[in-house]
Structure formats: C-alpha cells, structure tokens
C-alpha cells in the first residue's frame, strides 16, 4: 500500500492541526493504520492506531485525550486531529500501514511495511 500524509503545519501552542494519510494500491480491510513521530535528536515513537476493521484506537499516553485517529472508509484516508498542541509535540509526523498486528505489537515500528513520507508538524511557544 502507497501512503501520503498531508496537513503538517506551524501552529502556536494550544492550538490545533488535522493531518491526513491517503492510503492507495491496496485494501485496508484486516489493517492498522497508524502515526509515528520523529521529534530532532530523538528516536521515532508511537502516537496512535486506529484498526481498519471496527475502528478500535490506541494512543500514547502523551498525547490521550489531546489527540483523536480516525478514518473514512470509503476515501481509504487516516486522519490525526491534534489539539491542545504543545510545544514538545513538534516532529515529523509519519503515518504506517500493516496488516495482522496483535495489540503487543502495534505500537512497534517494525510492525508496519508501509511508511508514508512524513510532514512536519511545529509549535511555537
């Protein structure tokens, strides 16, 4: 599967940015979509799953309750609303597609083959 993510940004903190993964080539159906970020200097980390089949949502616990993954079936689109933004939220934000995950890997890099090419997402203080 081909996956495009839009919708990065510079937002002030507190505000509010809606990022957006256009997945093509191949079904969704039985996957994972999810986001990663990559933050300057640091290692890349989970941010959230949605499964493609049910929606069921999965988050870290940095950003619960500030972040919501959703998707449109019928587009074959992810999206990531993030509000109450906070300066430590700045990265490159990267979405993932994989298929079959267990709940102990889907917060695991190496559980998606598909990868997206990242859109940065900044907030200023």
């Known amino acids: 599967v081909q996956l495009q993510a839009s919708g990065g940004g510079l937002v002030q903190a507190g505000g509010s940015l809606r990022l957006s993964c256009a997945a093509s080539?191949?079904?969704?159906?039985?996957?994972?979509m999810a986001w990663f970020r990559q933050a300057p200097g640091k290692e890349r980390e989970f941010v959230a799953a949605i499964r493609w089949n049910g929606g069921n949502t999965y988050y870290a616990d940095s950003v619960k309750g500030r972040f919501t993954i959703s998707r449109d079936n019928a587009k074959n689109t992810a999206y990531l609303q993030m509000n109450s933004l906070k300066p430590e939220d700045t990265a490159v934000y990267y979405c993932?597609?994989?298929?079959?995950?267990?709940?102990?890997?889907?917060?695991?890099?190496?559980?998606?083959?598909?990868w997206g090419q990242g859109t940065l997402v900044t907030v200023s203080s």
């Open positions: 080539g191949r079904t969704l159906r039985n996957g994972v």
């Open positions: 993932a597609a994989g298929y079959s995950l267990i709940l102990s890997t889907m917060r695991q890099i190496r559980a998606y083959d598909s």
